[in-house]
């Protein structure tokens, strides 16, 4: 069976679960043609758990107006932010430093929620990526 042809590659912000007729996601996939309750309904299922939670979804369209979806954890960022309790990062992370610490434990947890998105496994592969993300925004790592 040869490949479908790919329309469009979309990404997208949606809550857990809270998928809609309304933007973004009708006028989005309203103008490749695609029959909006074809996501509304499996995404909405597929993400009944993570109910409210701001979710990245890579759309993929195909010619024949088919598509299939994948949903992609929330964005490092957003956690530590999360587990830091602050709106933003620094503007400018190398001589600035917001002054809170991302301690070890806060570090695995968010090492260990983002495993599922990864290509790997390996906790501390991950655990210094997220340090690295948290090191970009201004926030020191505790050792």
């Not at 949606?14 to 499996?42: C, E, K, W």
């Not at 999360?82 to 570090?107: C, F, H, M, V, Y």
């Not at 906790?123 to 050792?143: C, N, P, W």
Request: proline share 4%.
């Amino acid at each position: 069976m040869a490949e479908k042809a790919i329309k469009a590659n979309l990404k997208m912000k949606i809550r857990g679960g809270q998928a809609n007729p309304a933007p973004p996601v009708g006028s989005t996939l309203g103008q490749y043609g695609v029959n909006m309750m074809d996501f509304i309904n499996p995404f909405n299922e597929q993400t009944k758990d993570l109910q409210g939670a701001e979710l990245t979804v890579h759309i993929t369209v195909y010619e024949d107006r088919t598509m299939n979806f994948r949903v992609v954890g929330t964005p490092t960022d957003d956690r530590i932010r999360a587990a830091l309790k602050i709106d933003k990062g620094s503007g400018r992370p190398n001589s600035e430093k917001i002054g809170k610490k991302l301690t070890q434990a806060d570090l695995t947890k968010i090492a260990e929620d983002k495993a599922k998105d990864m290509n790997t496994e390996d906790i501390a592969a991950i655990k210094k990526m997220v340090a690295g993300t948290a090191r970009s925004m201004g926030i020191e790592v505790e050792q």
